[in-house]
């Protein structure tokens, strides 16, 4: 495959890593306490310099993170929160292709 074909297709030396984390959020879900929650989650996301999407509409969401060097700061920041349990984390695979 030509090398524009693969950057095209986020193929080979330009694939992008991704995983899924769940966690479950146990504290109120309205008022300050839980802004405070997502105001620091997109802090700590954009300081590691990671994207990412997905979400849920209830306690539990899920986020697909690209550029997933930092994957272990995610994990350990979620396992710290008081306010978060049960994180779950799946395995590296391609960013731009399978998500379900």
């Not at 309205?30 to 929650?37: C, I, K, L, N």
């Not at 049960?86 to 379900?100: K, M």
């Amino acid at each position: 495959m030509k090398k524009r074909l693969r950057k095209k297709l986020h193929k080979g030396e330009f694939q992008e890593l991704g995983f899924e984390v769940d966690y479950d959020y146990i504290g109120d879900l309205e008022g300050e306490p839980f802004d405070q929650f997502w105001g620091d989650w997109i802090r700590m996301i954009e300081s590691l310099g990671l994207e990412c999407g997905g979400g849920g509409a209830g306690p539990q969401s899920y986020f697909i993170i690209k550029y997933v060097e930092q994957r272990q700061a995610v994990i350990d920041w979620l396992g710290k929160h008081p306010d978060i349990a049960n994180v779950t984390a799946g395995q590296l695979r391609g960013a731009w292709y399978g998500w379900e």
